[in-house]
Nanobody, 116 residues
């Protein structure tokens, strides 16, 4: 079972930036897809971004130009770089991985609060 642990959340002012990290217990090159999601109170979860092994980076339209996703294959870490944050970005952010061999895994989430 893949273990995921997010970090980097916190309180940020509107217009600010944060980078979230997701430490992956497995070699990320063995995974098919890695991605970031979020869920705000009272809302359904939203997909934000994903990387498919050997494929393109994909971003949700509403984060294009503000968020990007990257990975460090040597340290097995997935990142979500967020700029231009606004209060509507307040949510718990989760990383997710999927693999035919190892199945689907979710992290425990990290809280991002955008407020002045």
């Amino acid at each position: 079972q893949v273990q995921l642990k997010e970090s980097g959340g916190g309180l940020v002012q509107p217009g600010g930036s944060l980078t979230l990290s997701c430490r992956v217990s497995e070699n990320i090159l063995s995974l098919n897809t890695m991605g970031w999601y979020r869920q705000a109170p009272g809302n359904q979860g939203e997909w934000l971004a994903s990387i498919t092994n050997g494929g393109p980076i994909r971003l949700a339209d509403f984060v294009k130009g503000r968020f990007t996703i990257s990975s460090d294959i040597h340290r097995n870490i997935l990142y979500l770089h967020m700029n231009g944050l606004n209060p509507e970005d307040t949510a718990v952010y989760y990383c997710r991985t999927s693999s035919l061999q190892l199945g689907v895994a979710w992290g425990q989430g990290t809280q991002v609060t955008v407020s002045s």
